[in-house]
């Protein structure tokens, strides 16, 4: 079983810039593609980023694309997002999630059904 946490939500100007980490426990999720979904309040959760398990194939969603960069550092188990120019639409709640490597792929990552590993999220707040 793989155990996600989310850390570095924070209440960010306009503007501004943030990088949210997701640390993974066992060390077996090297194996998972991960990715960073978002969901704010009586909207559905969407796919904001994923990376696959060498780091070879990495999706964005349109509405980050240009503003982000997801990455992980398999040694530490750990995955950054990091959301540069941040706009108020961006504010959420974000999650990190875990999946089988065969979801990182265009047709699949923005799908929450295909991961089966979640953390509890971490407020990100933009004004």
């Known amino acids: 079983h793989v155990q996600l946490v989310e850390s570095g939500g924070d209440f960010v100007q306009d503007g501004g810039s943030l990088t949210l980490t997701c640390a993974a426990s066992?060390?077996?999720?090297?194996?998972?593609?991960m990715a960073w979904f978002r969901q704010t309040s009586g909207k559905e959760r969407e796919g904001v980023a994923a990376i696959s398990p060498s780091s070879t194939l990495i999706f964005y969603n349109p509405l980050v694309s240009g503003r982000a960069t997801i990455s992980r550092d398999n040694a530490k188990n750990t995955m950054n997002l990091t959301i540069a120019n941040l706009k108020p639409e961006d504010a959420a709640m974000y999650y990190c999630?875990?999946?089988?490597?065969?979801?990182?792929?265009?047709?699949?990552?923005?799908?929450?059904?295909?991961?089966?590993?979640w953390g509890q999220g971490t407020q990100v707040t933009v004004s």
């Open positions: 066992p060390s077996s999720n090297t194996d998972n593609c």
């Open positions: 999630a875990a999946g089988a490597p065969y979801v990182c792929a265009s047709t699949t990552w923005s799908h929450r059904g295909v991961y089966y590993y």
